[in-house]
């Protein structure tokens, strides 16, 4: 049997004024609760319900929503620092919880800049503590964030669709699923790229079904398991969001692409807060016998350490920043570049530091009973969120060349389609 995690202290300490005090909303004694059944979920490879039922009995779910709809009105910095501790104590989960974050982020920066009736699914959320699963990521799609290679066609009253989502994390156990889409090219065939959409629906709605296979090898309470469309249809009236396909310009798109760099990386800024914490327990009582000495109290030891958790920093420093300024009414798109930014480099910090750790405590990293060889190994999924790291250094290089960028990842270089020279 895995050991349980403490709620981390020492990593959670190194920077306490980057993030507001959420300590009201998540109290240290459920994510101490959280922490101890977060071993037991990646054992069994399912999702902690004790720990998704404690969430919800904290009004979790309604953390975005504003108080005029029955949530707490937290901004985008209020819902990183609060997944930065959640992801201290469960990582899988908060990875997992951090779709419905996203989701509803992104719904409450459509209510604001459009006003519409999409208030009422945001306060339906926030007051019956409904949960969300996130259905965008697709097969084949390559990580992009702003397209679907599901056609939505539409009916009578709305769009059906068939096909599949996957990894969707908690599809199973949420009430509600927010839906990405694409509608038929504009004009048919060949006319162009067609539309987004992104709508609501309830997880039992017909033509919605799940099929169990998740089985990775970290982030095994996740629950990413596959989402099936067999002839859905998605009402008009729960359709809120609609842009034309790979539209980085739109200013919802940029804003759900901010919440989503941004809240998935301080979900991996606690796993590593963690990771340092239990690494600093092992080193306290790991003594070297020829130099009387825990390893804690060498210089080498301590350098070795040091110079991730100056990354580690940066990287905390730069995530709060870049959301504060988006709660202080910057444009998204001005943001964009940042957030991602902000992501593409937890990509190398996160998992170097856990790794520098495992390797400063030896071979008790690598045993089962203790965390560390957990943490290493949900470290390892922070490289595969969308967008990919390989379509946001494509992004970023070619903003900083002054060219044309999308979200997608671009190959249609004319050469790549020429004939082989004999």
Known sequence: MTAPVRAPVLGADLSPEVWPDTSALLPPDALEEIAGHAAEADLRGAPPLESLALLKKLNWPGLPVPRDFGGAGLGLTGCCAAQRALGAADPGLAVAVNMHMFSVGLMVEHWRRRTDTSWLLMEAIATQNRLLASAFAEPNLGGSASRSTLTAVPVQGGWEASGVKRPCSLIKEADLVCLQLATSPAGGPGGGPGDVIVALLPTNAPGLSVREDWDTLGMRGAASNTLLLDRCV????????????????????????????????????????????????????????????????????????????????????????????????????????????????????????????????????????????????????????????????????????????????????????APAVP
Not at 287 to 314: K, N, W
Not at 392 to 411: C, I, K, N, P, V
């Open 234 to 417: 998605v009402p008009d009236e729960l359709v809120f969001y609609r842009a034309p396909a790979g539209a980085e310009d739109d200013d919802i798109l940029a804003a759900g692409v901010v919440w989503f760099a941004l809240t998935a990386t301080a979900c991996y800024l606690g796993l590593a807060a963690a990771a340092l914490d239990a690494a600093a327990d092992l080193l306290r009582r790991q003594r070297i016998a020829h130099l009387d000495a825990a390893r804690a109290e060498l210089p080498s030891y301590q350098a070795a350490i040091g110079e991730h958790v100056a990354d580690l920093l940066t990287l905390e420093a730069a995530c709060a920043n870049t959301a504060a300024r988006m709660d202080a009414g910057v444009a998204p798109q001005t943001l964009l570049a940042g957030a991602l930014a902000v992501k593409q480099r937890a990509v190398r910090a996160v998992p170097d530091l856990v790794a520098a750790l495992a390797e400063c405590a030896g071979g008790a990293s690598y045993a089962r009973k203790g965390p560390l060889e957990r943490l290493w190994r949900d470290a390892q999924a922070v490289r595969f969120h969308p967008p990919t790291p390989a379509a946001t250094r494509q992004y970023l290089g070619r903003r900083a060349l002054g060219l044309r960028a999308s979200l997608d990842l671009d190959e249609s270089s004319p050469g790549l389609r």
